[in-house]
């Protein structure tokens, strides 16, 4: 807690032990009551340091939620951590953590955000593909963080709205537009695929930087659409449209 005050994070995460889905039952359990008494701890500090710098702007601390594939785990999680108070400091949000099943992400988010007060933002950890985006909005979380983005470009894979392309390809070599036609990203503004194409071939570190300023851009006007389609009533036909396209490559070579 007192790292996270030092270094001025506008959200910092309390301590919480991130179990995987092959941990037993018990163990599962065990880990939980530890992770609920770190809670209360961190609650308790972030009290402290705070009234300490009350001269400088707040930071939000958010509760971690575990409990892996077990339901009433997640619930009990859930529960415990938005019902701590102490001497009236209490979770600000929470994170959704630990280990989550793509397969089953919906319905194990739907089970934490079902027992969290709806005043409180609820933020999906490590969770950033489009897809997962669009299960963890519809099942109550409000946002995200993941290294997907800037990992898959750093192998010069890059977004659009057609699917992920390889623009280390020998295609995008005399491709002088940029890498999606009318993206605002600082990449696409200055520079074409072509030079980004040059740029990993070269071996170039800006090859990196400039491929994850795009797709982090890609994915942050993903959501605000997400928010733009919620707020007209049209998410579910924005989902329509937009997953089968950009996954159509996937999907093609699945049939």
């Known amino acids: 807690m007192q790292v996270q005050h030092q270094l001025g ?10 179990t995987t889905l092959h941990n037993t039952r018990k163990y599962q359990e065990k880990s939980l009551e530890r992770t609920r008494l770190w809670a209360k701890r961190c609650l ?8 300490a710098r009350s001269h400088r702007p707040y930071q939000a601390l958010f509760g971690v939620l ?7 785990l997640r619930r009990k999680a859930a529960s415990d951590l938005a019902a701590l108070d102490e001497d009236d400091v209490c979770f600000d949000g929470f994170g959704l953590g630990g280990a989550l099943d793509k397969a089953n992400l919906g319905t194990i988010v739907s089970w934490m ?5 709806v005043n409180k933002p609820r933020h999906l950890l490590g969770i950033g593909e489009p897809d997962d ?19 898959q470009a750093r192998t010069s ?12 390809n ?3 070599r005399r491709q002088f537009s940029p890498i999606v036609d009318n993206c605002d990203c600082y990449t696409c503004v200055h520079y074409s695929a072509a030079y980004l ?7 170039e570190m800006l090859a990196s930087t400039l491929a994850t300023i795009h797709n982090e851009r890609f994915i942050v006007r993903l959501v605000d659409q997400m928010r733009e389609h919620i707020n007209a009533g049209t998410f579910y036909d924005f989902k329509n449209e937009f997953l089968p396209r950009f996954y159509f490559k996937r999907l093609e070579k699945n049939a």
């Open 9 to 18: 994070a506008d959200i910092m995460f309390a301590f919480d032990e991130c």
């Open 44 to 51: 308790v500090e972030h009290g402290r340091l705070t009234e």
């Open 66 to 72: 575990q409990g892996a594939q077990y339901e009433d």
């Open 113 to 117: 955000t079902s027992e969290l007060p």
């Open 133 to 151: 985006l669009f299960v963890g909005v519809e099942n109550g979380a409000d946002t995200f963080d993941c290294v997907a983005p800037s990992r």
């Open 157 to 168: 894979a890059v977004f659009t709205l057609d699917g992920r392309v390889n623009i280390s």
């Open 170 to 172: 020998a295609k995008y």
């Open 197 to 203: 194409h040059h740029l990993f071939a070269s071996k």
